[in-house]
């Protein structure tokens, strides 16, 4: 199985829920970064969380990084039918230069 | 400042021919990387590039593709010779380079081979 997996590949929930999607990873990583995709656009950078770091929150979002584990949490706080999109994790690997992909999480959140 | 540009949105090819895929990375970004998505998957890592250099290219299939990014000018990814199983969404990113730095994408290309 590949670096930056996430689970579970979808999620329905209703407006106002907490969203939770977890994401394994197989190496040493400098850091890992959590994207949102709209269908038929690109990916949104949504928040980094370096390896020394433990939780990170922005907004309605926290992250967390257990590298014990080789595993992120990203939690959706008060969902909205706005953060229907795809979710993707992706770890930057001690060696550097490129991200590695996960399959990503598909959320559907209904008003 | 505008983001990533990518063109064309759209590309509609014949099998043989080929498709050149363009990307303009953000104002003051000299690192640029190319991904492909298929449907109801993620994105898988293409090639890496800066100014007038391939710095990673193992995700790039040895025949038929090849990536640049010259001194001026956007990046190009080629694809000669299409075939049947090139149709994917391609995305490109950018990122001002070093570690801890967040890619910021385009909206893609989508290659659709007849």
């Known amino acids: ?111 | 400042n505008a983001g990533v540009m990518q063109n064309p949105r759209h590309l509609v090819r014949r099998r043989g021919q080929e498709a050149r895929l363009r990307c303009s990375p953000m104002k003051g970004h000299s690192h640029v990387y190319w991904y492909r998505q298929l449907p109801e998957e993620g994105l898988k890592f293409m090639v890496y590039l800066q100014k007038e250099n391939i710095i990673d290219e193992s995700g790039m299939p040895k025949e038929r593709f090849s990536a640049e990014f010259p001194k001026e000018g956007p990046s190009i990814l080629r694809i000669q010779q299409v075939v049947r199983g090139d149709s994917a969404a391609y995305f490109c990113a950018s990122s001002p380079g070093g570690s801890d730095q967040p890619q910021h994408f385009g909206d893609g290309t989508r290659l659709s081979i007849l």
């Open chain 1, 1 to 111: 199985s590949q670096q930056g997996e996430e689970d579970p590949q979808a999620l329905s929930i209703q407006e106002g829920e907490n969203a939770t999607m977890n994401c394994s990873y197989k190496t040493s990583i400098n850091n890992l970064q959590w994207y949102r995709q709209n269908s038929g656009r690109g990916l949104v950078h949504l928040i980094l969380i370096r390896s020394n770091e433990r939780e990170k929150h922005s907004g309605r979002l926290r992250v967390t990084l257990d590298t014990s584990k080789k595993s992120s949490s990203l939690l959706i706080t008060a969902s909205r039918a706005a953060d229907t999109a795809s979710y993707f994790c992706a770890t930057e690997d001690t060696n550097a230069g490129k991200s590695t992909f996960g399959d990503g999480t598909t959320l559907t959140v209904k008003p």
